[in-house]
């Protein structure tokens, strides 16, 4: 059974998707980035702000920390988290081609790359705010086809509004390595590493992650963002579908699944 959510879709990823997805590759990701007291951190496309908050403590009272994201939504809710030990940090709403001046020591971007219109003209965006010998630390998602859950609930989805797949699978759509090195080669940096990682993920159900994930999904989607029937119809229609694939790894202690990535460090 679908079910409703008075929660706009920054609060409901801040509420399912970072604790669920993205803060479990927090420590990991972390140990490509680097971090070191005292250094200027920028997190690029930082949503509610779950790096960003964790390069605080590790930058310290010394560094300094800015997180940039386009949505207002998402940096509202960030605003609203309490704020972490350490460096103070700074919010500000921009794209990502029109990043703060910097010079900064390490720019961080989790999931955030494969959203970008241009990626390249970001990454050389990353590239000019960077102090000499600055690194960037980036994560993407590999491919759907490494993603079977996903995979079967964005196929659902995209044949249900009659759109290509890729229309709903962004998150996806910049999982090949040799394409994240040429990217970064383009937009002058060196050094580059590209490396294959996984991680699992959990949530407390398979309907619970069906619902919630299209419910924030939806809201981008023209012609359903507005329309709560419209959202309850395609959660319906994508549970039928895909609901037994995605139950295949729900537990008695909830659903889990593992999730690749790849890991990009480079320097400028």
């Known amino acids: 059974m679908a079910q409703q959510s008075d929660k706009n879709p920054a609060q409901l990823y801040e509420d399912f998707l970072v604790p669920g997805i993205h803060a479990r590759w927090i420590p990991m990701f972390l140990d490509y980035a680097k971090p070191q007291p005292g250094e200027r951190a920028l997190d690029v496309a930082c949503g509610t702000g779950i790096v960003t908050r964790n390069l605080a403590p590790e930058v310290g009272d010394s560094g300094q920390v800015v997180g940039v994201d386009i949505n207002p939504d998402m940096l509202a809710v960030a605003r609203n988290i309490p704020a972490p030990k350490g460096a103070g940090i700074e919010w500000h709403q921009s794209e990502a081609t029109a990043l703060p001046s910097g010079p900064f020591d390490v720019v961080t971007c989790q999931q955030g790359l494969q959203f970008f219109p241009d990626p390249l003209l970001a990454l050389q965006e990353m590239q000019r705010v960077l102090a000499p010998g600055g690194r960037v630390a980036l994560s993407v998602f590999r491919g759907l086809s490494h993603h079977p859950v996903f995979e079967a609930l964005l196929q659902a989805e995209a044949r249900y509004l009659d759109q290509p797949v890729e229309r709903v699978a962004t998150p996806f759509m910049l999982g090949d390595a040799d394409r994240l090195h040429q990217l970064l080669a383009e937009a002058g940096f060196q050094d580059i590493q590209v490396t294959p ?5 959990r949530f407390p159900s398979a309907d619970t992650f069906v619902q919630l994930t299209l419910l924030a999904a939806a809201a981008f989607m023209p012609n359903v963002a507005e329309d709560s029937a419209a959202q ?3 959660i319906q229609a994508v549970e039928q579908e895909a609901g037994d694939a995605v139950r295949q790894y729900e537990g008695s ?7 690749h990535a790849h890991m990009a460090v480079a320097v400028a």
């Open 197 to 201: 990682e996984s991680h699992e993920v």
């Open 232 to 234: 309850q119809a395609l």
């Open 253 to 259: 202690d909830g659903l889990s699944f593992p999730m």
